[in-house]
């Protein structure tokens, strides 16, 4: 019998020992955590570390490798939700502030085209009426050179509205490739306000992932509740200042064209009537702290950019003595009086808050507001107590698994039944490795998968013994039957998991969460078993063969 | 000679053909059995693909579902389902239970407000009462999932498919493919006929079910393919007993290891993960016997094109012999 080259076995032997090494961190997964924690606090804090900080740190040898598989939401606990985005929400917010442009657009033709009033129109559509509709293609001119061109590499050539005439109305809508290219920004700017918001809350590791079109998958281990998750990334934090038209106690007062009928949140049954198109937006806001206000009493502190605080200043200069109203999410907050012009661009909202409340009104108008509503299609929550009995009910599945298999497989075949054994040990060593080192998530699912793994990596083994059983049959010389047995089996070995890996990768395009780590446990424990029986197990049998040198061989 | 467990004695010469309308003929009908099982009873969809809250409770003081229903009916949900759920990881004073809550039409999710109440009046029952787990999904994506499963299945069993089909024959294939069908279809009828809670773990377990069969098929068919060459004249109903017979010792010894590891996930591995390893468990016996009596079936009913085997042949047939 041949045997491997020396080169091939120091490659196979140091694939093993990595793979043992690297899984070692996840036996200790508690402690390694902790270390890994402490480090990366120290290295945030530019490394400056807490009594506490260095105690954690000394859990783990630094020198050891302390790569960890994580552990998915429904082993740690956690809650996942899966949002849609109502994406052609902010269609309406573009064209709503298209209407002032039109309108100044459209002033120097005053003596051809007469008065312009807007239409009502369904939301995302501008509908302006002109009092000479003969006058319509210089009104059409004039609105048209309002568009600009698309920015966006699919869009490329067209502009981002369409202007077209209807009698005697002027309609302005957004075009096809402008509604993509503002579907696209809007889920960009909602991942990143819902990662904000997230972090914020310095959670461990949180998945925030758009899933096609209009969809968002968040998945924050740790947190209590999806109830809780939704709260802090469900609330869309729109603040506007608005000018107030009036005040009412009656809810179903009509509040006239282009105006908003608003409720008070602090006094009941208190509404304002203002109007729709505000002043300012908190998308001009640079910052938002908690702070007190003169009675001390928890407030906001705001700050806007250059352009909202002009605007601001501006409109309370010429307003001074009327209320304006601080709009949150619908609701006023407040309406206070301007009392005099307020320049350089800060204020603070008041409104009866507590210290939480001003913090986390703070925090969201810090990390700005959603550009548009969400709806939760799924919501899961794990409790931590019910993925901890998924592990260890998983651990005891598991080691049973591995001890009855390896009864079973010296039983079967002696000698060469330990080496498939000790392979197998390798394989699991060399699952956990890969997964720590990629990063992949472990799901019960996936503890199922390594279980099965267990099973099913013994065949590949199975099949090079069974053959060197045969071969040894037909009166073979044991090392001459020991290398036309791996030879033999290889292609039944090879098309035997190609197949399965096949399924492992479909698994893993189609299925999500838990059923995808149980591809990559799948899929990984495949590719290691395989490596394992032709490569380790081969090596075992061929170092005993050289040393002992037996006349005859029983497998 | 040492001692050595065997499954299957040494040499064996066991006729796999001789009762084949049995055999064969019994796996088609328990296959139409299945779907029509599955036609008429319908499975027993979780959430994920109908819609609708679970809510998992778990507590100090025994589960009494009567009081449970009481305390929710006068809410204004879908149908409510209670069911307790017995594993012997429990500690003797944990009591589980399992709320299932279907969806109101028109409505994606469960408000907050409505899940706050839902537990509210769980925990005036059972003051002791924590919520393990609550999930939520909506008939939106359920329906998607729905697509999605079917997508896989299908998606896996073409791949493979085609595969086999680069690899050997397409009556191989078609083999291989008509054995997986039996393995899926007979688990899903067995889902059916004992109204086995159906869920995305599920469609991953028929998943694995499908690569285990085929592995196992493809085992038995490579051998087939490798003993063609060695006895050509032989007739193709025998060269097939001959290959089974020579592979029966591995097949039964995967299965059997397999079967072990399985057996420990279904003991041990908590009511979580129960159905989607009984569903393996099931799969793997089912793709076993397939492989052994089904998918060769097929292949000998075609039949197979043996004229062009000899000139490939020879190169191999020289490399056998040495010293």
């Known amino acids: 019998m041949s045997p491997t080259a020396l080169w091939k076995r120091v490659l196979i032997l140091l694939v093993c020992l990595w793979g043992i090494s690297a899984a070692v961190p996840n036996l200790f997964y508690g402690r390694v955590e902790t270390h890994n924690d402490a480090a990366a606090a120290i290295e945030a804090a530019n490394g400056v570390a807490t009594p506490e900080q260095t105690a954690a740190l000394a859990e783990w040898p630094s020198w050891l490798p302390s790569s960890l598989m994580s552990l998915g939401l429904d082993l740690r606990g956690g809650a996942h939700l899966l949002a849609r985005v109502e994406v052609s929400d902010v269609y309406k917010a573009r064209i709503d502030a298209m209407w002032p442009e039109v309108r100044d657009a459209l002033r120097p033709l005053r003596d051809q085209i007469g008065a312009v009033r807007r239409a009502p129109s369904p939301d995302g559509i501008l509908r302006v009426t002109i009092q000479n509709p003969e006058a319509m293609p210089a009104a059409l001119e004039a609105v048209q050179a309002l568009a600009t061109p698309v920015v966006s590499l699919t869009g490329v050539g067209s502009n981002d509205i369409e202007v077209t005439a209807d009698g005697a109305d002027v309609v302005v809508q957004l075009s096809e490739a402008e509604q993509r290219a503002t579907d696209d920004r809007t889920m960009q700017q909602s991942l990143e306000i819902i990662r904000n918001r997230v972090d914020e809350v310095g959670t461990r590791e949180p998945t925030i992932q758009r899933q096609g079109d209009d969809r968002i998958l968040i998945q924050v281990p740790g947190i209590g509740s999806a109830a809780e998750l939704k709260s802090l990334i469900g609330t869309t934090a729109k603040l506007t200042f608005n000018r107030v038209i009036g005040r009412t106690d009656n809810a179903g007062a009509a509040p006239g064209a282009r105006n908003l009928l608003l409720p008070a949140r602090d006094e009941q049954g208190v509404y304002y009537i203002v109007e729709e198109t505000p002043v300012v937006t908190g998308e001009e806001l640079t910052d938002a702290q908690p702070a007190f206000d003169q009675n001390n009493d928890p407030a906001v502190r705001f700050t806007f950019n250059g352009g909202g605080a002009r605007k601001f200043g501006d409109y309370t200069a010429a307003n001074v003595g009327t209320l304006f109203a601080i709009v949150l999410d619908e609701q006023v907050i407040s309406a206070p009086k301007i009392n005099e012009h307020i320049p350089g661009g800060t204020g603070i909202i008041t409104g009866n808050f507590s210290v939480e409340e001003s913090t986390e009104l703070a925090v969201l108008l810090r990390a700005g507001a959603l550009p548009a509503a969400m709806e939760f299609l799924e919501e899961r929550t794990i409790g931590p107590e019910l993925g901890a009995d998924s592990i260890a009910a998983g651990k005891v599945a598991a080691l049973v698994g591995m001890a009855a298999v390896s009864v079973y497989m010296i039983a079967s075949y002696g000698l060469f039944g330990v080496f498939a054994v000790v392979a197998l040990g390798v394989n699991i060593a060399l699952i956990f490795a890969a997964l720590s080192t990629v990063g992949g998530t472990l799901t019960l699912p996936g503890i199922a998968g390594i279980v099965l793994t267990i099973g099913m990596a013994v065949d590949a083994n199975v099949l090079v013994f069974e053959r060197i059983r045969e071969e040894l049959r037909s009166n073979r010389n044991p090392g001459r039957a020991i290398e036309l047995g791996y030879e033999r089996a290889l292609s039944a070995i090879i098309d035997a998991n190609i197949t399965t890996f096949i399924t492992a990768v479909v698994l893993f395009l189609v299925g999500a969460g838990p059923v995808r780590g149980f591809a990559i446990t799948l899929g990984i424990g495949i590719i290691t078993s395989v490596f394992t029986a032709i490569y380790v197990t081969r090596a075992i049998v061929e170092m005993w063969y050289g040393w002992r040198r037996p006349k005859t061989v029983i497998v | ?323």
């Open chain 2, 1 to 323: 000679m040492a001692f050595r467990f065997r499954l299957a004695p040494e040499k064996t010469n066991f006729d796999f053909f001789r009762h084949q309308w049995l055999t064969f003929g019994g796996s088609m009908m328990l296959t139409v059995v299945a779907i029509i099982l599955w036609i008429a009873m319908g499975l027993n969809f979780g959430i994920d693909f109908r819609g609708g809250t679970t809510i998992r409770t778990d507590s100090t003081n025994p589960v009494n579902v009567a009081a449970m229903r009481e305390a929710l009916s006068g809410m204004e949900l879908g149908d409510v389902s209670i069911t307790e759920v017995f594993d012997i990881n429990f500690a003797e004073t944990q009591h589980v239970a399992q709320v299932r809550i279907a969806p109101l039409d028109g409505q994606e999710a469960v408000t907050p407000e409505t899940m706050a109440q839902v537990e509210a009046a769980l925990q005036v029952v059972d003051p002791a009462i924590v919520f393990e787990s609550v999930e939520s999904v909506g008939p939106k994506v359920s329906g998607e999932l729905i697509w999605k499963a079917v997508l896989a299945m299908t998606a896996a069993s073409a791949a493979i498919m085609v595969y086999i089909w680069l690899r050997f024959e397409w009556q191989y294939a078609l083999g291989g493919v008509v054995a997986l069908i039996h393995d899926i279809f007979i688990t899903i009828g067995v889902f059916a006929l004992f109204q086995l809670k159906f869920d995305l773990t599920i469609v991953a377990a028929l998943l694995t079910i499908l690569g285990y069969s085929i592995n196992d098929t493809v085992v038995v068919f490579d051998r087939l393919r490798e003993n063609l060459q060695k006895y050509k004249t032989m007739p193709l109903r025998e060269v097939m007993n001959l290959s089974v017979n020579e592979t029966l010792s591995r097949t039964l010894m995967t299965s059997v290891t397999t079967l072990i590891a399985l057996g420990a996930m279904l003991i041990f591995g908590g009511d979580v993960i129960r159905g989607f390893a009984f569903a393996i468990f099931f799969g793997v016996i089912l793709g076993t016997y397939s492989s052994i009596f089904v998918a060769k079936n097929l292949v000998l009913f075609i039949g197979l094109d043996r004229g062009d085997k000899p000139k490939k042949a020879s190169s191999n047939e020289f490399a056998e012999i040495d010293a």
